[in-house]
C-alpha cells in the first residue's frame, strides 16, 4: 500500500493485469452479483437529468425498474447504487446479442449525453472504499474477470493503465501522474 494525497492505494493495480474481455464474459459484471453500482452522491442528479435521454436505449424491464424503484436507490447498508431488475441485473443494462452493454454508454456513444457511466463501473476493475480520512483504492478480484486477467496479462498491461482514462475522471490528471511516478519506482 501507498499515500497519494488523500487515497491509499494497493500496489496490486499497478502489479495485477487486466483488459476486459467482452467476447468472453458477455458483460457479466452488469447482471451478476448482489448490488447495483455504486454511484457517488453527485451522480444520483445526473441519473435523474438524464434518465428522460436515456430511457429509449432500455429494455421494458429497466424502464419499469427505474419507474417503480427510481433513477437510483439505497441499499441495505445505506450505499447508492443503480437499481436492479428482479435483485439481478442492473436497470440501465441493454443487450447486444448475449453480451450486456450498458444503456447510459449507449447515449454517451452516440454524443446524447456527456456522462459516461457511474465511474464505478468505468473503474472497474478498481473499487474505491470511502473512509473518514481518507479514500482506499483496490483491485477487485472477480472470478467472472478471470478471462480479463488472462487478456491483461497476454497484453501485459497493468491494472492502472487498462482504466487511466477513469482513475483521471475520478482523482484528476495530476493524481494519475503521481501514480505512474510510484509505478516506476517499484520498477527499480
Known sequence: MFQIGKTIVSEDILEKEFVCNLTACKGACCIDGDA??????EETAILEKIYPIVKPFLRPEGIAAIEAQGT?????????????IDNKDC??????????LCGIEQAYNQGLVDWKKPVSCHL??????EFSSFQAVNYDRWDICSDACKLGKELEVPVY??????????????WYEE???????LKK
Do not use: M, S
Open 91 to 100: 436497470a440501465y443494462v441493454i443487450f447486444d446479442g448475449p453480451t450486456a
Open 124 to 129: 472497474y476493475p478498481i473499487r474505491i472504499k
Open 179 to 185: 501514480l505512474e511516478q510510484v509505478a516506476k519506482e
Open 36 to 41: 447495483g453500482a455504486p454511484l457517488l452522491k
Open 72 to 84: 437510483w436507490v439505497t441499499d441495505k447498508d445505506n450505499d447508492l447504487g443503480t437499481p436492479l
Open 161 to 174: 493503465k487498462f482504466v487511466r482514462e477513469a482513475l483521471i475522471r475520478r482523482f484528476g490528471k495530476e
